[in-house]
């Protein structure tokens, strides 16, 4: 059996732990009962129970660790207050991080000040489990270092303008192979680069048809649209839109039915192509983030669902086209966007 205590972590060392730079974790205690998972809440500012690492052997000074890490060196020179070394195997992020507000709320959770064995917290560890993980190390390699972002925490970021993509310098190769990693692994519709930390103007789009499901693993448009421009639009449709950013926020969207958009592929060719109904709903909502709008700032309506209540709700409440014809009217930014 798995067991695993609850540890608080500051900010600044977890961003060395995902990004692999940091393998072993220092604490001044081993807990008496066997353990191989560290939940981690990360402390203020961030204030959210968000990682779990899978810990494979505890090692106490005076033993060595190899120096392949960031501290390392000073534990093995006893220069560190903390005598043991927990060996970080795996490393997963939660997608939806829990908040403390919630944590304390829900599970009377407080933040560790030393540790805190799961069995005290059997609900926060079902809920946990049942929460969607990305792994970000795992044997010491890095599987992912792509990240979406969130209005959660980064919603300054996610306001942003992308800059154009300059065709002469190809590293935008390497960043469509990042958006197409992310997709494959990645229940959405569509994914614009900036949700993913490169603000530039590129746009994913995975699955633009109502007839495939969206968790449908297999089927893969695979479409990069590079420095999009639309040069008309038309119609009127709406939907109950979510976004991989906005998390459970879904809002009720006009849309046109019709979009010209004029962009670049993958090799720099241009193209000028129409895209119509549920396709044109998918490419606006991404050629929006671009200029830093979120589909809840102009939307309708906005209400808060998880994902399998969203796909019930949307039963009853599918995709609508109002008019195929009409001019449509944008709608403007809500003055009280979240
Ligand atoms: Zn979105």
């Known amino acids: 059996m798995e067991k695993g205590i609850f540890i608080s972590i500051k900010p600044i060392h977890l961003r060395r732990i995902e990004s692999g730079e940091k393998n072993y974790e220092f604490r001044n205690y081993i807990p008496k009962e066997k353990i191989d998972k560290l939940y981690v809440y990360e402390t203020t500012p961030t204030c959210s129970l968000k990682y779990i690492l899978t810990i494979d052997k505890i090692i106490e000074y005076p033993d060595k660790i190899k120096e392949d890490g960031y501290g390392n060196e000073a534990f093995n020179n ?24 919630e944590l304390r709320e829900k599970y009377n959770f407080t933040a560790p000040q030393g540790y805190a064995y799961d069995t005290r917290y059997p609900e926060l560890i079902d809920k946990i489990n ?36 300059d065709l002469k310098d190809k590293g935008y190769k390497d960043e469509i192979k990042q958006l197409d ?60 839109e979510a976004c991989l950013s906005c998390l459970d926020y879904m809002g009720l969207v006009d849309r046109p039915y019709e979009l010209v958009v004029k962009y670049n592929d993958e090799d720099g060719a241009e193209h000028t192509e129409k895209f119509e109904g549920f396709a044109a709903t998918v490419l606006s909502h991404e050629l929006d983030h671009l200029d830093g709008i979120l589909h809840m700032d102009i939307a309708e309506q906005v209400l808060k669902m998880e994902k399998e209540e969203r796909k019930k709700y949307r039963e009853n409440h599918p995709y609508k086209i109002i008019s195929k014809t009409s001019i449509y009217k944008k709608p403007k930014i809500k003055k009280d966007r979240k």
């Not at 070394?85 to 403390?100: F, G, N, R, S, T």
């Open 78 to 101: 006893g220069l560190k207050k903390s005598k043991y070394a927990y060996h970080i195997q795996k490393v997963e992020i939660l997608d939806k991080p829990i908040p403390l507000k």
């Open 130 to 165: 049942d929460l969607e993980k990305r792994i970000l190390i795992e044997n010491g390699e890095k599987k992912m270092n792509i990240i979406r972002k969130t209005i959660e925490n980064d919603e300054e970021y996610l306001r942003q303008i992308s800059k154009p993509v």
């Open 181 to 240: 990693e992310f997709c494959k692994e990645t229940e959405c519709f569509a994914l614009a680069a900036v949700q993913i930390g490169i603000p530039k103007r590129m746009v994913y789009l995975k699955n633009t048809s109502l007839d495939v499901d969206i968790d449908n693993k297999e089927y893969n448009e695979s479409k990069v649209l590079i420095n999009p421009e639309i040069l008309s639009s038309k119609g009127h449709t709406q939907y109950w």
